[in-house]
């Protein structure tokens, strides 16, 4: 029932992209099915992920984003955590669960069925109870919001991520708007969540130059004196804040293939970071 679980979570996640969202999903399914008559049900493992995968759609359907200071963004996992269960491999890299956001859920599910788990088109419109025809126009519309340019685990720049983040902390804390310009591409975008507690100074902003004085004002105003330590989250490097061992602040980063910064998500909001320790870095 574990490696059932560990699947069905990860289904959950990728469509709902909140950890705690997904393991209530999954709770929920696997309490109705416990109470279920079996006796018509030929392949359990079959049943659970149709049944999860819809329930995840379903709840992302009726699900209304909460009025949050800046951009909404996921909620972060990391692998490393023993309490994290879900499926390394096939877990949607950071960046790709953002961009996720511009889907509707099922156009989400069809994309993620298709891409992380390499389910045919009859496979998906069995399991979304629609037709084939039906689950290529799904993908096919969610590949074109998706620009078809990034994959569903995004890989990673075969440099050190542990030299990158090093240069983009002391540039931060030096203060430094033109060192922090050359680790950034020239239409770098910074998203920022504080989630309904926290106001942030922008939810977005554009350009390399406009990038880094924010990032430099946001780190001499907030950040000052604060631990840090370099982790990844979902496939991607990122550096943590710390204030008394509570996650304060998180910059996960997104880099193209020559080791740039082409996207920051900073994340304040405390109820998306409660779950991450210090537990895995780089």
Known sequence: M????????????????????????????????????????????????????????????????????????????????????????????YTMLVLFERLNPKERAAFILKEGFNYSHSEIAELLEISTENSRQLFSRANKQLKGGKSL????????????????????????????????????????????????????????????????????????DKEFTFQIFNHQPAICFWENDKLHNCHILYLNDNGLIQEIYSIVDPEKLKNLSKLSHI
């Open 2 to 93: 574990q490696e059932n679980y560990d699947k069905l979570l990860t289904y959950a996640y990728n469509i709902v992209g909140s950890y705690e969202d997904a393991k209530d999903v999954v709770q929920d399914v696997l309490e109705k099915y416990i109470m279920l008559d079996k006796s018509n049900i030929r392949h359990e493992s079959n049943f659970l992920i149709k049944s999860t995968v819809n329930h995840a759609i379903n709840f992302k359907a009726r699900q209304r984003k909460k009025e949050v200071f800046g951009e909404w963004l996921p909620e972060p996992v990391s692998f490393d955590h023993a309490d994290t269960k879900l499926i390394r491999d096939e877990t949607a890299s």
């Open 153 to 224: 685990t995004h890989k990673p720049y075969p440099g050190s991520h542990t030299e990158l983040l090093e240069k983009y902390q002391i540039a931060l804390a030096h203060g430094n708007v033109q060192e922090l310009e050359h680790l950034l591409v020239s239409d770098i975008k910074l998203h920022a969540d504080g989630g309904t507690k926290v106001q942030v100074v922008t939810g977005i902003e554009v350009g390399k130059t406009a990038t880094a004085t924010l990032l430099v004002y946001v780190q001499q105003q907030f950040l000052v």
